[in-house]
């Protein structure tokens, strides 16, 4: 399809563990987001891609929260040692220069 | 924190105009004023945007107040499928986008 896609689209996981979670882009989006979304809140921001570097990582939560987008493409968004706190929905999303997000449909990560 | 306040639920009529407020009491001249919808279990959705002229397009009509400290987000003719949770934002050239809780609008039949 032509717009965002992330997979898995939902993730169990057991505390502890290390988790990826992977987002393609619309094809020639230069921007890319990441975001994360717990029950009955709004988005809250983690990173924001520009091509290849993290134009914007003020929202990531602590440092077992890293992201990457190698080729300007595809991002992978990885937890280390997961906690229980850290189960939501992860959002990604793309754009042009300037102008609106299309956002995918999320990645919903449990960690029990 | 979200530099926007909105109602946290509204009910439409399905059919008739749903009007949702947002108030933007720190807005800046260069921000945008973003208006996005949340279906449940979706991502966002753009709707549209604009910096001091109403605006509209297909899906919906944007109204700001010539001190631009609210804004009115019109559905002129609600559908079923337009229950969802609405958020506007102000946007500048920063771009990460500073979400509230939004509204959530109930369309009933």
């Known amino acids: 399809g032509a717009g965002v896609s992330q997979t898995p689209s939902n993730k169990v996981t057991e505390k502890g563990k290390y988790v990826e979670l992977r987002c393609d882009p619309i094809?020639?989006?230069?921007?890319l987001y990441w975001y994360r979304q717990s029950l009955g809140q709004g988005p809250e921001f983690l990173i924001y891609f520009q091509g290849t570097g993290a134009a914007d990582d003020s929202g990531l939560p602590n440092d077992r929260f890293f992201a990457v987008r190698p080729e300007g493409s595809v991002s992978t968004l990885k937890i280390q040692r997961t906690e229980r706190g850290d189960s939501a929905v992860y959002l990604c999303a793309s754009s042009l220069t300037t102008g609106e997000l299309f956002f995918g449909e999320g990645s919903r990560l449990t960690v029990l | 924190d979200a530099k926007t306040t909105q109602p946290p639920s509204m009910d439409c009529a399905e059919g008739r105009a749903a009007n949702l407020p947002c108030n933007h009491s720190?807005?800046?001249?260069?921000?945008?004023v973003y208006w996005y919808r949340q279906i449940h279990s979706q991502g966002p959705q753009y709707i549209i945007h604009g910096l001091k002229n109403n605006e509209t397009n297909e899906m919906a009509s944007l109204i700001i107040t010539e001190d631009r400290k609210s804004s009115t987000l019109i559905l002129p003719h609600a559908t079923l499928r337009d229950t969802a949770v609405y958020y506007c934002?102000?946007?500048?050239?920063?771009?990460?986008?500073?979400w509230g809780l939004g509204t959530s609008l109930a369309v009933n039949p």
């Open positions: 934002i102000d946007k500048g050239h920063n771009r990460k986008l500073i």
């Open positions: 094809s020639g989006h230069t921007a």
């Open positions: 720190t807005i800046s001249g260069n921000e945008y």
